[in-house]
Nanobody
């Protein structure tokens, strides 16, 4: 059974930093594209960062230059370094694993970790 262990969320002041971690078991981690999504109250879940299985990084404009995603395949872990945090970054952050296989895709979600940016 696929299991996610997410950590690193919490309360931080505007301008501060947090580092999220997500460890995943029971998948061939290295072949999966790994992403972080977030969902704020009353809003749709949105992509925050993605690192492909070839280490290509993808960011939306809203976090580009502030957030950095990385992965350690040996530790089966993906990280999200968040700097210069703003109140609008407040959300539940979800780890996501995706493999575009044939004929089926495999997609798994973590349970989420709360990030609150407030003074």
């Amino acid at each position: 059974q696929v299991r996610f262990v997410e950590s690193g969320g919490g309360l931080v002041q505007p301008g501060g930093s947090l580092r999220l971690s997500c460890s995943v078991s029971a998948i061939t981690f290295s072949i999966y594209d790994m992403s972080w999504y977030r969902q704020a109250p009353g809003k749709q879940r949105e992509l925050v960062a993605c690192i492909t299985n070839h280490d290509r990084e993808i960011y939306p404009d809203s976090v580009k230059g502030r957030f950095a995603i990385s992965r350690d395949n040996a530790k089966r872990t993906v990280y999200l370094q968040m700097n210069s945090l703003k109140s609008q970054d407040t959300a539940v952050y979800y780890c996501h694993a995706h493999y575009a296989g044939a004929p089926s895709d495999w997609s798994y979600w973590g349970q989420g970790t709360q990030v609150t940016v407030s003074s």
